[in-house]
């Protein structure tokens, strides 16, 4: 059985930890829509110009754009028995998109991870990553990155202004995919506020749990 999830949640709720983990664990992608956009805003294109303003600004890229650079990553060999998609869909247009891309698929999971804001803002704050190889990390971690010993920086978008924007835009535009998901069964809230690895057995659980039946879920 394929195993197609996508992690809901807003910046800072630990999608992105939570979903290298899930990629590494269970031999599936990590598809982050905000990696490929950052890879793109490196180019000095139009293109990633545009994008790099765009995230600067606390938006969102347009769903058309979007649901064009997902479409295309899905099919690709390496996703075809499965993915964690990480910051998409973050519209119910992209939602509804992507039901219409996975038709012939077996069922989406649905993990949406919730954390009180507060605690949103002061860990965006906190958060540094790999200049190198990406890899995200918390509070008090150094200077240098665990994994490739890359310099770590902070996210341009993780400042606290910018943050604040995300965070309203996620209101806005994101949280009605909870009650877009909620009525399926394969769909699950998790408590984020949790540490890492609690998070991360609940997460498994939820998993485990929609894998053991997995036929009732094709309606
Ligand atoms: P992330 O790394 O998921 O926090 O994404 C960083 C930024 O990329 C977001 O603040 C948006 O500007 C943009 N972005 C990522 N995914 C999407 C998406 N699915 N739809 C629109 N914009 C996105």
Do not use: W
């Not at 998070?199 to 998993?207: G, W, Y």
């Amino acid at each position: 059985m394929q195993l197609n999830i996508a992690m809901l949640g807003p910046p800072g709720a630990g999608k992105g930890t939570q979903a290298s983990q899930l990629g590494e664990v269970r031999h599936v992608p990590r598809i982050s829509t905000g990696d490929i956009l950052r890879e793109a805003a490196q180019l000095e294109t139009e293109f990633g110009r545009a994008v790099q303003a765009t995230m600067d600004a606390g938006g969102l890229v347009s769903d058309e754009v979007m649901i064009g650079i997902v479409r295309e990553r899905l099919v690709r060999e390496d996703a075809l028995e499965g993915f964690v998609l990480d910051g998409f869909p973050r519209t119910v247009a992209q939602a509804e998109a992507l039901d219409t891309i996975l038709v012939d698929r077996d069922p989406l999971i649905v993990l949406d991870i919730s954390v009180p804001s507060d605690e949103l803002v002061r860990r965006l704050a906190a958060r540094r990553v790999c200049g190198e190889c990406g890899e995200i990390f918390g509070d008090d971690l150094g200077t240098e990155c665990g994994k490739c010993g890359g310099a770590l920086v902070q996210r341009s978008d993780d400042r606290e202004a910018i943050v604040r924007e995300r965070l309203k835009v996620y209101a806005r535009d994101s949280e009605p995919l909870t009650s877009y998901y909620r009525g399926r069964r394969t769909f699950a809230e998790i408590d984020g506020s949790r540490t890492p690895d609690v998070v991360e057995r609940s997460v498994q659980e939820a998993i485990d749990r929609f894998q053991s039946s997995p036929e009732q879920d094709r309606s």
